[in-house]
């Protein structure tokens, strides 16, 4: 089965009707916009708020920090002088890329899961041996087009395919597999560690719908923090100009301006934790009275001090992520760590493939 055709491949859109139209293998014809017309509230991410609100601790679940101003202000952080994962796997990239380009070998199908601004893929597609197609996979729909237009100027003559789907659900194949010549490899590139921000069960669910979606021949590069110092780690997660503070804080913007929430953001500060037993990074917004807040015609009542849990991010050893790759289907056939081993890219396929 296909996606619908104004996505390309996957799920439900989050903005049905608005995204890239693609016609066939990568031609993009134009999006069809309505000017002027209010968006209805996003009905994932209002049943999101309010499911997680309702709940004895509150929570809402990272995907939703990533609206344009989101991811504007992730790109942001990424860019900080405490924020190491980066710029280490830029490195990793850099250095590497070519052994990475060999194992997706000619013709390759590249896809890209919570894509973001696409920095690091050039790092790939230009030492791939011409890539059939580029499927970059992104849940933030404006700030995806953007990033694809970039790229569409760098490399004009690759077939390059947006599409706005949630990775935490089922992903359908894109129109490229079926176009691509009959040797080329599928490949998924993972990286940022957002794989980290799933809870360890849904990690493996998503590697094993990767692997589904790649098939046998599939390759999968999977870019993770392996840093478990809280000294580097804290500051990376709240840094001293406050960037990661505002990133979190949109959050609640973003509920003001879409779901006719009343956040006070002044009444709320931003905390970042380090879970020592689960290896992960939590980020909170914390209330910083008692208070009570209406969202879409529901109240939510804050105590001093209780907190919104935003994040996880997860910390993978060599070792976690051989485990989960097993328990995906999966085995590690390569990777690279930085000197600091910090951060590290891994290599998945499937057993069968030959790499
Ligand atoms: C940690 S950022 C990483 C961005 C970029 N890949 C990088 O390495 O810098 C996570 C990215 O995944 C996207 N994202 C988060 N949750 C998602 C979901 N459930 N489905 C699709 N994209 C998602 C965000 O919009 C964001 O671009």
């Not at 980066?86 to 000619?106: F, N, Q, S, V």
């Not at 931003?270 to 109240?299: A, K, N, P």
Request: charged share 25%; hydrophobic share 35%; aromatic share 8%.
């Amino acid at each position: 089965m296909h996606g619908s055709p104004a996505t390309g491949v996957g799920r439900t859109p989050a903005r049905p009707g608005t995204g890239d139209t693609l016609n066939g293998c990568g031609q993009a014809a134009r999006p069809r916009e309505r000017p002027g017309r209010a968006q209805p509230p996003d009905e994932a991410f209002a049943a999101a708020v309010l499911t997680g609100l309702g709940a004895p601790r509150k929570s809402i679940p990272s995907t939703w920090l990533y609206d344009e101003r989101g991811s504007q202000l992730f790109e942001a952080i990424t860019d900080l002088p405490e924020y190491y994962p980066t710029r280490t796997e830029i490195g990793l990239l850099r250095d590497h890329g070519t052994d990475i380009a060999r194992h997706a070998g000619p013709d390759a199908v590249l896809i890209e899961i919570g894509s973001g601004s696409s920095r690091k893929t050039p790092l790939l597609l230009a030492r791939m041996e011409h890539p059939f197609a580029y499927v970059p996979i992104d849940i933030s729909r404006a700030f995806l087009l953007h990033s694809v237009a970039l790229l569409r100027d760098q490399f004009p003559h690759l077939h390059i395919l947006p599409t706005v789907a949630d990775f935490t659900g089922p992903l359908q194949p894109p129109h490229a597999f079926h176009c691509a010549p009959a040797r080329a490899r599928r490949v998924v590139f993972f990286p940022g560690s957002t794989i980290g921000n799933l809870a360890p069960d849904e990690a493996v669910s998503c590697l094993t719908r990767l692997r589904e979606l790649c098939g046998r021949r599939g390759l999968i590069v999977l870019g993770v923090d392996q840093n478990r110092e809280e000294t580097t780690l804290l500051p990376a997660y709240d840094d001293a100009d406050g960037v990661t503070a505002q990133f979190d804080l949109n959050l609640l913007a973003r509920i003001n301006r879409e779901l006719d929430g009343t956040f006070d953001l002044d009444a709320f500060r931003h905390e970042s934790r380090y879970d020592r037993q689960r290896h992960r990074i939590e980020m909170h917004l914390v209330s910083q009275r008692e208070q009570s807040v209406r969202v879409l015609g529901h109240w939510f009542h804050f105590t001093a001090g209780e907190t919104i849990h935003t994040e996880n991010s997860y910390k993978f050893d060599r070792a976690d992520i051989e485990a989960m790759a097993a328990r995906a289907g999966l085995r590690r056939i390569d990777g690279w760590s930085d000197d600091d081993d910090r951060f590290a890219i891994h290599l998945l396929a499937p057993p069968e493939a030959v790499n």
